[in-house]
């Protein structure tokens, strides 16, 4: 049976979301990878018990995590009841819809049909009564904004979710995103977006955008997918995300050049006393309007990693001018 190491918010660092209540700490574990159906469920198990275990308390998740569709919120709730279940107030578990998850025209984008029934149907398959946080996975380019954030407003007020997101808004959409959940009532609490060394669209106005508005940010995929690793530095390994599932990072991902600037910037990070995965996490943390960096795992030992960055997210003048340097050389 497991018991959760009792020190674990000793060394952790928590920040605060924007100007809300709610306090998430420096690394989150996401389970769009590693956690499907395909997967070993007792690796799944061990992750997130580690993971509560060094203080990680944010989980998320989203309808189509898999694959397949659905099965991450599946093996999510079995492990739940296997471990965890004793300790939910002390966890935040999200989820999201907003890509395609059924066939047909409610199953996909934004409208207050899909949002409100994928919501009924993430809780039924975590076995969760709510969920902390509900997010638009995406604008929907059709579906008037008021619609989508009417869902998330009623999401909300029925208790199913505990606060709104939104992610993969660009500035302008978060505003007017933002302004509707005001006059709704429902304030928007957090904005998920893609953000690493290399892809930094974020810092053309998003950032800026959400500390005026007060929204805290939680940035994914602070690692690029695994390339801001050690882990391509000696080839592709089988067991690795671009050796095992090239759906969204396979060999034309991992260039000659990619791997060069990944050396130079690993030597910053040595210099720093931190893993190339460390110093990625590290970096992304540097933005103030960042509550945390939202990783995956394949293993324990690299969520061990990861977390360890919190401890040193100062970087000087010389190492990020040096950082710019590498990345402006850097393919788009
Ligand atoms: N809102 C959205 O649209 C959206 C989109 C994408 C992701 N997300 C969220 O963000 C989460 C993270 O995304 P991601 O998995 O792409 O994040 P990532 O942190 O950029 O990449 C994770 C991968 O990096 C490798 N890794 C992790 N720690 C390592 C370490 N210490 N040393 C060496 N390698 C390490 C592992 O690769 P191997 O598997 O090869 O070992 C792991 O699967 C998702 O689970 C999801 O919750 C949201």
């Known amino acids: 049976m497991y018991t959760p190491d009792e020190h674990r918010y000793e060394s952790m660092v928590y920040r605060r979301c924007g100007r809300s209540g709610l306090k998430l700490q420096a690394i989150s574990l996401g389970l ?86 994928s919501l009924d149907q993430s809780l039924r398959r975590m076995g969760l009564e709510y969920v902390d946080i509900f997010y638009s996975h995406r604008p929907d380019p059709e579906t008037p904004v008021e619609e989508t954030m009417s869902a998330l407003d009623r999401a909300v007020r029925s208790g199913k979710a505990l606060y709104a997101g939104i992610s993969n808004y ?72 671009a050796g095992k599932d090239g759906r969204f990072l396979n060999q034309t991902h991992i260039t000659a050049e990619r791997l060069s600037e990944v050396r130079a910037l690993a030597e910053i990070a040595q210099q720093r006393g931190q893993s190339m995965a460390q110093m990625a996490v590290a970096w992304v943390l540097r933005q103030k309007a960042l509550a945390s960096a939202l990783i995956g795992a394949s293993r324990p030992a690299q969520i061990e990693d990861c977390v360890a960055a919190a401890a040193n997210t100062e970087f000087s003048a010389a190492e990020l001018s040096r950082i710019d340097e590498i990345l402006l050389t850097a393919p788009a």
């Open 32 to 117: 769009w990878h590693n956690f499907g159906g395909v997967d070993a469920f007792e690796n799944m198990r061990a992750m997130l018990c580690r993971a509560f275990d060094l203080g990680v308390t944010h989980f998320d998740l989203a309808n189509n995590y898999g694959p397949p569709y659905g099965s991450a919120e599946e093996n999510f709730g079995r492990a739940l009841r296997a471990d965890l279940q004793a300790w939910r107030d002390q966890m935040i578990v999200s989820t999201k819809a907003g890509y395609d998850m059924w066939p047909g025209p409610y199953g996909d984008w934004g409208s207050r049909k899909y949002l409100l029934a």
């Open 170 to 241: 660009n500035p302008a959409q978060t505003a007017l995103a933002v302004a509707e959940l005001r006059r709704l009532g429902t304030p928007c609490v957090i904005h998920q977006m893609k953000y690493s060394m290399f892809v930094r669209k974020p810092e053309e106005g998003l950032f800026e955008r959400l500390e005026a508005e007060g929204i805290g940010g939680i940035a994914f995929s602070p690692l690029a997918l695994g390339m801001l690793t050690d882990r391509y530095l000696k080839g592709i390994p089988a067991d690795s995300r």
